[in-house]
C-alpha cells in the first residue's frame, strides 16, 4: 500500500476509497513508520507539532438507566464504582480551576445519564457561566441525549462545544446498547449543531467491531462535520458487559488513529479513553496521528498526570498547544 498517496488524497480533501481505508487498518507490522509518516504528514499541515491537552470531570456519577455494554455506569454494571448526584456549582468551577491550572486548554463536564434533566441543566448552565466569568478556558459539555431546547440553553451560557460519541456504526449500535439508537445519538449531535455550537463526537474501538464498521463510523463523522473526534479505545472493566472483549493491540490502536486522520484530514483528532492501557509504550507515537489528549483520568479510571503527558510531548519535540489567552472571557 502507498501511504504517501493515501495522504495526498486526504490532504486534497478527497475520501478514501474502501481499498485505501483497509489498507491502513490492515497495514502489516514492517509498515509502521511509513504509516505514521503519511498520517503525520496530513496531522502536521493543520496541527503542526502542537498537541492539545483537555481534562474531564465526572459531575455525576453512576445510576444512569442506560446499557451501553462498555460502561462502568450503565444499569448492566456491577463495577464498583463512585456514584454520586450530580456536583454543586461550586465543586464544577473548582474543577475548571484545576484543569486550567494543570495546563488544560478545554474542560468538560461530563454526566452519567440518559440525558440531563431540567433541573440540572440549570445547575450546569449556572456552572458554566461562572467558570466563563472567571477561568480562561474553552468548556464542553457531555450530558447525553439533548433535544434543540437544551443544546440553545447551553450555546447561551456560553459553552463551546457538546460531546456525544457515536461510538460505532449504525449497523454494529444495537450489538452493544439497546436503551437507545445510533439514530438518536446522531440527532443530538445535530441538535448542537443547529444551535451553533461546536461539535465533539467519536468513537470506541476494539467492542467486536469490523474493519467496515470503523470505516462506516469514520464516513458518517465526516458527513456530520464534526470539530473534533475523540478516539477511545475499550477499556474492558470487570462488571461490564464487555469484560472479556480484548480485541486491541498497541499496533491496531495506530492504525485506527491513522484511518481516522486520513479520513478527517481537518480535525482535531484526540487520543482518548484507553490509550494508556491499550497503546502502552506506544502512545507517543499515536501523537503522529493525533493532536490532542485526555490527561489526568477519565470518568471512571484513571489516567496519565499532566506532567507525565507534558515530558511526552516535549521528549517528541513537539509542545503543548493553544492556551487559552488569559484576556478570554
Ligand atoms: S448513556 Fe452514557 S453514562 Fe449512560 S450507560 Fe451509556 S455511556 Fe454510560
Not at 103 to 127: D, K, Q
Not at 226 to 255: E, I, M, Q
Request: hydrophobic share 45%; charged share 20%.
Amino acid at each position: 500500500m502507498d501511504y504517501q498517496t493515501i495522504a495526498e488524497c486526504s490532504l486534497a480533501g478527497n475520501l478514501l476509497t474502501t481499498e485505501q481505508a483497509l489498507g491502513v487498518l490492515q497495514a502489516p507490522a514492517e509498515d509502521l513508520f511509513d504509516l505514521l509518516g503519511a498520517a503525520f504528514r496530513v496531522r502536521r499541515a493543520t496541527f503542526g507539532t502542537r498537541v492539545q491537552f483537555h481534562v474531564l470531570m465526572n459531575a455525576k456519577s453512576g445510576f444512569c438507566p442506560e446499557d451501553c455494554g462498555y460502561c462502568s455506569q450503565s444499569s448492566m454494571s456491577t463495577t464498583e464504582i463512585d456514584r454520586y448526584p450530580l456536583r454543586s456549582m461550586d465543586e464544577m468551577l473548582q474543577a475548571a480551576r484545576k484543569a486550567h491550572r494543570a495546563g488544560a486548554h478545554r474542560f468538560c463536564l461530563v454526566i452519567s445519564a440518559r440525558g440531563a434533566t431540567t433541573p440540572e441543566i440549570e445547575r450546569i448552565v449556572a456552572a458554566v457561566e461562572a467558570i466563563k466569568a472567571e477561568v480562561p478556558i474553552e468548556v464542553c459539555c457531555s450530558l447525553g441525549l439533548l433535544t434543540l431546547e437544551k443544546a440553545q440553553q447551553l450555546k447561551a451560557a456560553g459553552v463551546d462545544r457538546v460531546n456525544h460519541n457515536l461510538n460505532t456504526s449504525a449497523r454494529y449500535y444495537p450489538a452493544i446498547c439497546s436503551t437507545h439508537s445510533f439514530a438518536d445519538r446522531v440527532a443530538t449531535v445535530e441538535a448542537a449543531q443547529a444551535a451553533r455550537l461546536a461539535t465533539c463526537s467519536g468513537v470506541l474501538a476494539g467492542m467486536g467491531e469490523t474493519d467496515h464498521d470503523l470505516i462506516e463510523v469514520a464516513s458518517v463523522l465526516r458527513g456530520l462535520a464534526v470539530d473534533s473526534v475523540p478516539v477511545n479505545f475499550l477499556h474492558p472493566v470487570a462488571g461490564t458487559p464487555l469484560a472479556d472483549v480484548k480485541d486491541l493491540t498497541p499496533w491496531r490502536c495506530l492504525k485506527i488513529l491513522c484511518l481516522f486522520r486520513f479520513m478527517l484530514p481537518k480535525t482535531e483528532i484526540r487520543v482518548a479513553g484507553g490509550r494508556e492501557v491499550n497503546l502502552r509504550s506506544l502512545q507517543p507515537l499515536a501523537l503522529y496521528p493525533g493532536n490532542s489528549l485526555f490527561i489526568e483520568g477519565y470518568l471512571t479510571t484513571p489516567g496519565q498526570a499532566a506532567a507525565d503527558a507534558i515530558r511526552m510531548v516535549q521528549d517528541l519535540g513537539f509542545e503543548v498547544g493553544d492556551p487559552v489567552p488569559m484576556n478570554a472571557p
